[in-house]
C-alpha cells in the first residue's frame, strides 16, 4: 500500500508500508535472536564463575537477571535507534520503522513504540502461561483475558495503516526498505523494427500499466509465463505465430515503450489499456 | 535516444556513488567520509531526487522508477535524521527532556499520587478495623512470615536483620528488575484507558497500608515508616509517574482534545515514555536503596533522612524552575 511522504523539495517518495506477514516473520527473527543472545549470556556467567569458590554464585545469578531484563526490553529499542531504524529481523525481512509524519525518527518515539510491547505480546503470552497452568475453576475468566490481550495483538488488522498500538503511540510506521539493484534497460538502444514489425493500432492496444506488467514478466523471464502472456498478446492484436516468444515479447515492449513514452513527452499520460 | 535511456547514461555514475557513500555513513559513521564525499553527499541526493521526477514524468522504465524511490527514500531518512552524538543525546535526555516530560505530566502524577494514598489509607483502616483484611492485600508469599500470627518480636526482626554482604547485590538486582518491569507493564496497561492502572495504583497503595496496620498495631509504626521511606519515596514516585505516563496516553486516547485522535496519541506517547525511561532510573536508585542502604544503615532517623533528601532532590530535579532556553 502506498503512502505519500513529500520531502521537502517537493517530491513524493512513494512509500509502501509493509505486509503482516513480513512484520510477524521479522519479529520471529527478532525473538530467535533474543533467545540466542539469552543463552550467550547465561554461558558467558557460567563460564566467568567457573573456577570462583560457590560463595560468589550470585554473581551469575545477578548478570542473568540484569541480561535477561535488558534483553527483554531494550533489545528492539537499542537496535532501532541505530541509523538503520531497523532490528536484525526487520533487516533480514528488508523493512524499517520510519515517523509517520516523515520527520526523524526520535529516541522517545524508538521507546514509546517498544515499550508497549508489553501489553501487545508479553500480556497475551502471560495469559497463555496462566491457561496452562491453571485450567478448571479460573479458566473462564483466564479465556476471557486472553481474548481482551489478543485485541491488542490484532490490533494491525483494523486499521488502514497496519499501525501496532506501538506504532500508534510513537507516530511511527513501518515501511519496505529493501536493498534493491538496478537492472539493464530493456529499451536497448538499437534498431529492431526489421525483424518484427507492428503497426500503430498494434501498438496501441496497451496502455503503462500492462507495460509495467510486461516487463515484470521479461525480467523474471519464466518460460511458461513468458508463453502465456505472448500468446495472450498475440491472440489480442492479430499477430501469427513467431519462433521465439521472448524475442518477441521484449521487440514489442520496446515498440510499444517508445511510443507511449513519445506521448508522454506529448504530456499525455495513457494509464491503463481502457483509457483513451 | 529516449528519456530513461539517457537518464541512465548521464546520471547513473552519480547514483552508484550515492549508493556507495550511504553504505559506508549506514555501516560505520559519516565520519569515515572525506571531506570532499561529505560535501558530495547532499548534492547526490538532490540530483537523486531530481532524477526520480524526471524518469516519472518522462520514461516507463518501472525498474528505474522504484530504484530510484528506493535510492532517495534512504537518502532522505539518513540526511533528515539529522543524529547527535550518544554522549550529547544522554544530556540533552538528563538536562531538558526528562525532566521537562516529568513536568508535562504533572497533572497526571497529581491524581495517581491520590490514587495511591486513597489506597494506603484504605487498607490501613479496613486491616486496622479487621485483621481478617489482612491476608487478602498481602500474598503469603510476599508477607513471608509478617503476619498477624507473629511474634512482636520476629517483626522487628525483619526490619533491622542485614542479609550477608553476597545477598545485597542480588536482592538490589532483583527488586530492580522487579520493579522495573512492573513499572512497564503499568504504563502499557494505561492504553486500556488507564482502568487497569488504577487498580494495580490503588492496590499497591492497599498492600503497604495493610503492612503499616499490621506494624502499627505492634508498635513498630516509626520503625516500619523508616524501612520503608528510605527506598519508598523514590520507588512509589517512580510508580506513581509511571502510572501518571500510563494515564496520560489512555486519557489521550479517549479525549485527544483539538487535535486528531492519532496525533494526540503519538504525542502524550512520546513524552510518556520519555518520563517512562527516567522512572527506570529511578527505581534502579530505589533498587540500590533498597539493597544496600536498608540493609547496611539500621538507625531509624537515618533512615527517614535518607529518605527525605532523596525525595527533595528528586523533586528540585523536576520541578525547580529553571533558566528559559535562548533560541
Known amino acids: 500500500m502506498r503512502r505519500r511522504l513529500v520531502t521537502p523539495e517537493g517530491v513524493d517518495l512513494g512509500l509502501t508500508l509493509a505486509s503482516m506477514g513480513t512484520r510477524a516473520s521479522a519479529f520471529f527473527l527478532d525473538l530467535l535472536m533474543m533467545l540466542v543472545l539469552l543463552i550467550l549470556v547465561t554461558i558467558a556467567a557460567v563460564l566467568l564463575t567457573r573456577g570462583a569458590p560457590e560463595s560468589s554464585k550470585w554473581v551469575v545469578q545477578i548478570i542473568w537477571l540484569l541480561g535477561a531484563f535488558l534483553i527483554r526490553n531494550f533489545y528492539f529499542i537499542a537496535m532501532e535507534m541505530g541509523p538503520r531504524a531497523a532490528t536484525f529481523g526487520k533487516r533480514m525481512c528488508g523493512i524499517r520503522v520510519v515517523a509517520r509524519s516523515g520527520a526523524r525518527l526520535t529516541a522517545d518515539a524508538v521507546i514509546a513504540r517498544n515499550l508497549m510491547r508489553e501489553i501487545e505480546f508479553y500480556l497475551p503470552l502471560s495469559f497463555l502461561a496462566m491457561a496452562a497452568g491453571e485450567g478448571g475453576a479460573d479458566g473462564a475468566m483466564v479465556l476471557f483475558g486472553l481474548g481482551w490481550a489478543l485485541l491488542f495483538l490484532f490490533f494491525p488488522f483494523f486499521n488502514k495503516d497496519r499501525l501496532r498500538i506501538g506504532d500508534l503511540l510513537a507516530g511511527t510506521w513501518v515501511i519496505n526498505a529493501p536493498k534493491r539493484e538496478l537492472g539493464v534497460d530493456l529499451l536497448r538502444p538499437f534498431d529492431a523494427a526489421g525483424f518484427y514489425s507492428f503497426t500503430d493500432e498494434q501498438l496501441d492496444a496497451y496502455g503503462a500499466y500492462e507495460l509495467q506488467t510486461l516487463e515484470k514478466v521479461l525480467r523474471e523471464s519464466q518460460i511458461e509465463a513468458i508463453a502465456t502472456v505472448s500468446w495472450t498478446i498475440r491472440n489480442k492484436i492479430g499477430f501469427g505465430d513467431v519462433p521465439d516468444d521472448y524475442s518477441f515479447l521484449s521487440l514489442y515492449y520496446q515498440g510499444v515503450r517508445a511510443r507511449l513514452e513519445r506521448k508522454l513527452l506529448f504530456g499525455k499520460r495513457r494509464i491503463d489499456k481502457h483509457d483513451r | ?327
Not at chain 2, 270 to 275: D, G, N, P, Q, S
Open chain 2, 1 to 327: 535516444m529516449t528519456g530513461a535511456l539517457s537518464l541512465r547514461s548521464e546520471r547513473e555514475e552519480e547514483w552508484r556513488r550515492l549508493e556507495r557513500l550511504l553504505a559506508i555513513c549506514e555501516k560505520k559513521s559519516p565520519r569515515a567520509l572525506d571531506d570532499e564525499d561529505l560535501m558530495a553527499l547532499p548534492i547526490l541526493y538532490r540530483d537523486a531526487l531530481s532524477s526520480l521526477s524526471v524518469a516519472r514524468e518522462t520514461s516507463l522504465d518501472l525498474e528505474l522508477i522504484t530504484y530510484l524511490e528506493w535510492l532517495c527514500a534512504r537518502a532522505y531518512f539518513f540526511l533528515y535524521g539529522v543524529r547527535t552524538s550518544a554522549a550529547g543525546r544522554i544530556r540533552q535526555f538528563v538536562l531538558r527532556d526528562w525532566p521537562a516530560a516529568v513536568r508535562a505530566l504533572w497533572r497526571e502524577t497529581i491524581v495517581a499520587a491520590l490514587l495511591l494514598i486513597v489506597g494506603l489509607v484504605a487498607g490501613y483502616w479496613l486491616v486496622a478495623s479487621d485483621p481478617a483484611w489482612y491476608a487478602t492485600f498481602v500474598p503469603t508469599e510476599l508477607a513471608a512470615g509478617r503476619d498477624f500470627s507473629a511474634s512482636p518480636a520476629t517483626l522487628r526482626h525483619t526490619l533491622y536483620d542485614s542479609d550477608s554482604g553476597s545477598g545485597l547485590a542480588m536482592l538490589a538486582t532483583f527488586l530492580f528488575t522487579h520493579n522495573a518491569q512492573v513499572a512497564i507493564f503499568c504504563f502499557a496497561l494505561g492504553f486500556a484507558f488507564g482502568v487497569p492502572t488504577i487498580l494495580l495504583l490503588v492496590y499497591q497503595g492497599m498492600m503497604g497500608g495493610a503492612m503499616f496496620a499490621l506494624f502499627a498495631s505492634r508498635g513498630l509504626g516509626v520503625p516500619l515508616g523508616g524501612w520503608l521511606l528510605i527506598h519508598g519515596t523514590t520507588e512509589l514516585f517512580a510508580i506513581v509517574l509511571a502510572a501518571a505516563a500510563g494515564f496520560r496516553i489512555g486519557w489521550s486516547v479517549v479525549f485527544p482534545g483539538r487535535s486528531s485522535r492519532l496525533e494526540a496519541a503519538s504525542h502524550a506517547g512520546r513524552t510518556a515514555a520519555t518520563a517512562m525511561i527516567g522512572a527506570l532510573v529511578m527505581l534502579c536508585v530505589a533498587g540500590l536503596l533498597e539493597g544496600f542502604g536498608r540493609q547496611l544503615i539500621t538507625r531509624d532517623l537515618l533512615r527517614y533522612a535518607i529518605g527525605a533528601a532523596v525525595l527533595v532532590a528528586w523533586l528540585l530535579f523536576y520541578y525547580a524552575p529553571r533558566r528559559p532556553r535562548l533560541g
